[in-house]
């Protein structure tokens, strides 16, 4: 029943903001949800390969987000008020990256080089959407930030589920924050197509 449930969350999740975007979609967003669906095919697959093509799918997917938070943002503003919080996120992310490489070099010694390239394109994801938040508070960037939040923990959980013993709470807790971020991300995605349809339309 799990297997079939997450089965059917994604194309679920397209099909929802498929519709609510009327029916239109751009080829990053199209390109994020095909690798989605690339990396959770290969874990439902749970063959040999399963793992390093579920790690190559969603470092593009991430690699994708970030382009998009490049691309699509205003450059962050510091003022001397954001420079403690900003300092407390990035000293958790660096520590949170360090963490949970050295747990999964001590686990499995493949791949060191693809780990390293996905824990610092997820971290760049997620100071740029924390710093956002901290600096604009704007509902986008809670979206951004909800996102980034969700695909940490289901990663950290992914790599617990290795590191650890089998834990049905485990494999819960990745599955709900997995599902939790296609949702912020789909959001996310409506959210901007709003704004620009509102700034087109005041222009």
Do not use: W
């Not at 290969?42 to 691309?71: A, N």
């Not at 010694?109 to 959407?129: A, E, M, W």
Request: charged share 15%.
């Amino acid at each position: 029943m799990a297997i079939y449930a997450k089965a059917i969350v994604l194309p679920a999740i397209f099909i929802y903001f498929f519709i609510s975007n009327e029916f239109k979609i751009k080829k990053t967003e199209g390109l994020i949800f095909l690798f989605c669906f690339v990396g959770q095919v290969f874990d439902l697959m749970d063959v040999e390969v399963s793992e390093i093509g579920g790690v190559i799918s969603f470092l593009v997917v991430y690699s994708l987000i970030l382009l998009l938070f490049i691309r699509e943002h205003e450059r962050i503003k510091l003022v001397k008020k954001d420079i403690l919080p900003i300092s407390i996120v990035v000293v958790f992310i660096v520590y949170l990256l360090i963490s949970v490489l050295s747990m999964k070099f001590d686990n499995m010694q493949k791949f060191n080089i693809i780990y390293v390239l996905y824990g610092i394109v997820l971290s760049l994801i997620s100071y740029f959407s924390f710093v956002s938040y901290i600096t604009k508070g704007t509902f986008i960037t809670l979206l951004m930030s909800l996102m980034a939040v969700s695909y940490i923990f289901s990663d950290i959980f992914y790599i617990f589920n290795e590191y650890f013993s089998y834990s049905v709470v485990l494999v819960l807790i990745r599955d709900v924050t997995q599902i939790l971020a296609y949702y912020f991300m789909v959001e996310y995605f409506l959210e901007k197509t709003k704004m620009k349809r509102r700034s087109l339309y005041n222009n």
